[in-house]
Structures are given as C-alpha cells and as structure tokens.
C-alpha cells in the first residue's frame, strides 16, 4: 500500500551515462514533485507538475527533463551525468493543485552516486 | 518567502514531552505553517500543518501563537523512534514549493 514509490532506490552511474528515476503514487493526487537533497542535506524543490503540466522549474540545468504519462507517475530523466549530480533525490505528490492547504508525501528517495 | 530559524539540536528524554520551538516572524497572513520530519534515510514525512488555530492529530499538536511570529511543535510522549530531523516551514502560497532550513535534530534518548 506504499503511497510514493520510486525506482531505483539506488543508483550507481559513471559521468556521461543517462538514467532516469521512477516516481509513481496512487494517492489520487494531481500535483506531483521532485526535490533533491545534497550532501549538506539541504531540500530543494527541482520540478512541480499538475495534471502533467510544468508549474515549478527551479532553475534546474537542461540536463535534467521531468516526464509526466500520466498523473500518477512523474519520472525524471538526467542527460551527461556530472558528479555534482550526486544526491538523493525524492518524489512527492499532493491534492488539489498543491493549494497552501495541501500536504505534500514524499518518497522514500533515490540515493544518485555519479563516479 | 518567509523565513523559519529553529535551533540546531534538542535532547528530550523518552516518554516525555518534546517541544520543538520555531520562529517565522514575516509569516504573511494566508501563509500555513508546516512540519515535517525526516528519520535517518527516509523521505520526510508530513506531521501537521495550521494557519493560526492551534492544531492536533494523531502525531502531534501544533502551538501557533496569536500574531503568529511563532510556533511550538509538541510530540506528546516522545518515543526513541522520534529520534529525527524537524522542518518547520512557512508555505509558499499556490504552490507545493516547500523551503526547507536545517531543521532541529531531535535526539530522545532512553
């Protein structure tokens, strides 16, 4: 009955390699995220999506391409791995377009090693 | 966006109360205060969220002050399974962007 789920949970990659993390949750929510936790353990909000349209891109490099099928699933697929790109990165969702009022589920991460 | 300061670390004994103070003092007025908490390698977890009454649920209370410039988290009978980082966060208004600061590392010890 997992809520937010994402694959891989780990991921080892050399530079230069594409990948793609899978995020799906079956909360009926139409808003689903990506953060990204670095090594000083900082969360940073990357993409929000509702209704698989882009609402949030902060700033995030090219590189980086979030894909939406369908509300349910929001994958995020990295282009040239660099080793700055090393990091957890976490899924969310929540209701009602991400209103103030909504709390966001979060996955239980990706932990991304770039060698 | 409105800023949150909580401190650094807290140390609460098992079984008893633990209260996580936060300040937000240029909260706007339709800004919800959120917390969540983060155990060692797992995603954070949602606990509670309010506007300006104060809040409870089957985690936690929520202690909004009346000029809302601050807020108290309380975990009524803290177990070592609390043992976690604490957000405190002050909602960006119309999104889902959540600005999290460092938090407090609650440590409860037996």
């Known amino acids: 009955d997992t809520a937010v789920s994402q694959t891989p949970k780990y991921l080892v990659t050399q530079m230069g390699n594409d990948k793609s993390i899978k995020c799906e949750q079956n909360?009926?929510?139409?808003?689903m995220y990506w953060y990204k936790q670095d090594s000083k353990k900082f969360l940073k909000i990357m993409f929000s999506?509702?209704?698989?349209?882009?609402?949030i891109n902060e700033t995030v490099p090219n590189r980086f391409s979030p894909k939406s099928p369908d509300k349910a699933h929001l994958n995020l697929h990295i282009n040239s791995l660099e080793l700055g790109d090393s990091a957890v990165y976490f899924c969310?969702?929540?209701?009602?377009?991400?209103?103030?009022?909504?709390?966001?589920?979060f996955g239980n991460g990706t932990r991304l090693t770039v060698t | 966006d409105a800023k949150t300061t909580q401190p650094t670390s807290m140390d609460c004994a098992e079984g008893r109360a633990a209260n996580l103070p936060c300040n937000h003092s240029t909260i706007s007025g339709n800004e919800y205060v959120y917390w969540y908490r983060q155990i060692h390698s797992q995603g954070p977890q949602y606990i509670i969220h309010?506007?300006?009454n104060n809040e409870t649920n089957e985690m936690a209370s929520l202690i909004i002050t009346e000029d809302r410039k601050s807020s108290t988290l309380i975990l009524p009978h803290a177990t070592l399974r609390d043992t976690a980082v604490y957000y405190c966060i002050v909602r960006v208004g119309g999104t889902g962007k959540l600005i999290f600061g460092q938090g407090t590392t609650l440590q409860v010890k037996p």
């Open positions: 969310a969702s929540s209701p009602r377009g991400g209103g103030r009022n909504s709390p966001l589920h």
């Open positions: 309010g506007l300006k």
């Open positions: 999506y509702n209704n698989k349209e882009l609402i």
């Open positions: 909360l009926g929510h139409d808003t």
